[in-house]
C-alpha cells in the first residue's frame, strides 16, 4: 500500500513569510496527525483530525498555525506569519481509526531565515 | 499525565555486538508503549508496541523489548547490531483516555562501528 505521503520535502522562507504544507493520508485512515520535529528533539502533536473533525489542537499556537481536512482526506496545514523557533521538521501520520498504529509521513523540513 | 524517559542520548556499539537503548515511563495507569525508529531524513517506523499482552514484546528487524512495571522501564534490545540499525529510536506513551495521542522521549542516537 502507498505510504503517507508529504510534499514539499524541503522548504526555506524569511521570517513573517507565510507557508503551507500539504499531506496526503494512507487511503482509508480516519485519523490524520500533524507532528512538529525540532532538531534534537522527538516529535509533538500539533493537531489531531478524526475524519474532517478536530479532535485535539490543544497544542496548535492558533495564533499563527492553521489546519484543515475539508473532505476528510487530504490536509494542509500553514504558518502565517513564521518565526525563527518555527524552524522544525512537520511529520504527517495517520492511522485507519483512534488508538491504531500511526502511519508517518518523510516530513517537510522547514527553515527560517 | 504521561512522560517517558530516554536515559542515553547517544549510544555506540559494534556491529555484531548487543544493543540496549534504555526507556523509564511514568504513566498514572496503563500504558501503551511504542519504539519507533527514524532514519536520517526518513518519517518514523514502528519497532514494536505494547498493549498489556505478553510483557516481551518482539519487533521487526530482531529487536524485541520487555516491559517491566516495577521498574516502569521498557528498554530496547537486539542481540546483535547491523550497520543498518544505525538511526534514531525514539520510546513513546499513549495512555488510556489520550485518543491515540503519542508522546515522544527525546530520543536515542545508535551508532553502528564496523
Known amino acids: 500500500e502507498a505510504g503517507v505521503a508529504q510534499s514539499p520535502r524541503y522548504k526555506i522562507i524569511e521570517k513573517r513569510q507565510s507557508v503551507a504544507f500539504w499531506c496526503n493520508p494512507i487511503?482509508?485512515?480516519?485519523?490524520l496527525y500533524w507532528y512538529q520535529q525540532i532538531l534534537g528533539q522527538g516529535p509533538k502533536l500539533l493537531i489531531q483530525?478524526?475524519?474532517?473533525?478536530?479532535?485535539?489542537d490543544s497544542q496548535l499556537p492558533k495564533d499563527r498555525f492553521s489546519a484543515e481536512r475539508l473532505k476528510g482526506v487530504d490536509s494542509t496545514l500553514k504558518i502565517q506569519p513564521a518565526k525563527l523557533e518555527d524552524s522544525a521538521v512537520y511529520l504527517c501520520?495517520?492511522?485507519?481509526?483512534?488508538?491504531?498504529?500511526?502511519?508517518f509521513g518523510d516530513g517537510t523540513r522547514l527553515s527560517i531565515l | 499525565a504521561q512522560s517517558v524517559t530516554q536515559l542515553d542520548s547517544h549510544v555506540s556499539v559494534s556491529e555484531g555486538t548487543p544493543v540496549l537503548l534504555r526507556c523509564n515511563y511514568s504513566?498514572?495507569?496503563?500504558?501503551?508503549l511504542f519504539w519507533y525508529v527514524q532514519h536520517p531524513n526518513k518519517g518514523l517506523q514502528l519497532l514494536l508496541k505494547?498493549?498489556?499482552?505478553?510483557?516481551l514484546v518482539k519487533g521487526i528487524n530482531g529487536f524485541e523489548a520487555e516491559f517491566k512495571k516495577s521498574e516502569t522501564s521498557f528498554h530496547l534490545t537486539k542481540p546483535s547490531a547491523h550497520m543498518s540499525d544505525a538511526a534514531e529510536y525514539f520510546c513513546?506513551?499513549?495512555?488510556?483516555?489520550?485518543?491515540?495521542?503519542?508522546?515522544f522521549g527525546k530520543g536515542t542516537k545508535l551508532s553502528v562501528k564496523p
Open positions: 501520520a495517520s492511522s485507519l481509526v483512534l488508538n491504531q498504529p500511526q502511519h
Open positions: 487511503s482509508g485512515h480516519a485519523t
Open positions: 483530525f478524526q475524519n474532517n473533525g478536530v479532535v485535539d
Open positions: 504513566s498514572s495507569y496503563s500504558p501503551s
Open positions: 505494547y498493549t498489556s499482552a505478553a510483557t
Open positions: 513513546v506513551v499513549s495512555g488510556r483516555g489520550s485518543q491515540g495521542n503519542l508522546i
